[in-house]
C-alpha cells in the first residue's frame, strides 16, 4: 500500500482574480508544503493582497481555485478562518469594541483561546486591551491585529506586510514571535515589500511582479538575484 501523500498547507492552481486593466492575479500556481516559510516577495501592486484575500476567502476568484490544509478557501472559509493565523494589510473596524472585547469575539470564533497567552501577547508588544478600538492609533490597530493572528498558536500564518507601522522595537518583537512560531512547527506566508525581512525568515521566496509569478526561489538566493535585477535595470 503506497504511503499517503501530505496535505499541502496552502495550494493553488490557475488562481485568478482579473479586475481588469491588468490588475489582480493570473493563473498563480502555488504550494506551500506544512511548516515551510514562504516569502511573498513584490511591490505594491504586484498581488500579494489580492492572493491573500482570496485564501482567506474575503474575495471570489475569477477562475482557479484555493486550498488551506485542503479546505476550499471559498467554499469552506470559515473553517478557513479559524486555523489560520491572519494580519491583514488593512486593519477592519470594531467602532465602539474594547480591544479585550475584540479578543473574546475572534477566541470564541476559534473555540477559544488561553487567556495567559493573550496577556503575554498585550504584554510583549505594550498593547492597552482596555481602550476602545475607535481610540486605537495605526500603530495599536497593528499590534491588535499581531495579537489576534498568534494568541491560538495556528498551524498556519498568513501576515500581510506585518511590521508595517510598528517601531523599532515592536517590529523586533513581531520578527521574534516569527521565529517562535516557526520553531514551534508553524507554516508561514510573510507578504512583504522588504527583502530583508523576507531573508530573515523564510526559506523560499516567490516573487510576484506585475499579479504573476515571476520565480519561485530559495531565500539564500534571493540577493543574488536581486543584485542581478538592480544591475540590469541601470542604464548602460
Do not use: W
Not at 495567559?116 to 495605526?138: I, K, M, S, T
Request: aromatic share 4%; with cysteine.
Amino acid at each position: 500500500m503506497l504511503p499517503e501523500m501530505a496535505v499541502a498547507a496552502i495550494r493553488t492552481s490557475g488562481l485568478t482574480k482579473d479586475y481588469g486593466g491588468g490588475h489582480g492575479i493570473f493563473d498563480l500556481d502555488l504550494q506551500v508544503a506544512a511548516q515551510q516559510v514562504l516569502g511573498y516577495l513584490g511591490p505594491k501592486g504586484a498581488g500579494k493582497t489580492t492572493t491573500i484575500r482570496l485564501l482567506m476567502g474575503m474575495i471570489r476568484p475569477t477562475r482557479g481555485s484555493a486550498y488551506v490544509f485542503g479546505l476550499d478557501c471559498l467554499r469552506e472559509a470559515v473553517e478557513v478562518k479559524r486555523r489560520v493565523g491572519y494580519v491583514p494589510d488593512e486593519t477592519p473596524e470594531f467602532g465602539a469594541m474594547r480591544g479585550g472585547e475584540v479578543v473574546a469575539y475572534l477566541a470564541g470564533l476559534r473555540g477559544g483561546v488561553h487567556k495567559d497567552r493573550v496577556r503575554e501577547l498585550a504584554e510583549r508588544f505594550d498593547l492597552d486591551l482596555g481602550r476602545p478600538h475607535r481610540e486605537y492609533g495605526r500603530d495599536d490597530r497593528q499590534r491588535l491585529s499581531i495579537v489576534l493572528a498568534f494568541m491560538h498558536d495556528p498551524s498556519l500564518l498568513i501576515l500581510d506586510e506585518p511590521s508595517r507601522g510598528l517601531d523599532e522595537e515592536r517590529a523586533r518583537e513581531l520578527h521574534a514571535l516569527i521565529d517562535e512560531a516557526r520553531e514551534a512547527g508553524a507554516t508561514i506566508l510573510l507578504a512583504s515589500r522588504s527583502a530583508a525581512e523576507i531573508e530573515r525568515h523564510c526559506d523560499v521566496v516567490a516573487l510576484m511582479r506585475r499579479g504573476k509569478l515571476s520565480r519561485l526561489m530559495r531565500a539564500e538566493d534571493l540577493p543574488a538575484e536581486l543584485e542581478e535585477r538592480n544591475r540590469k535595470a541601470l542604464p548602460s
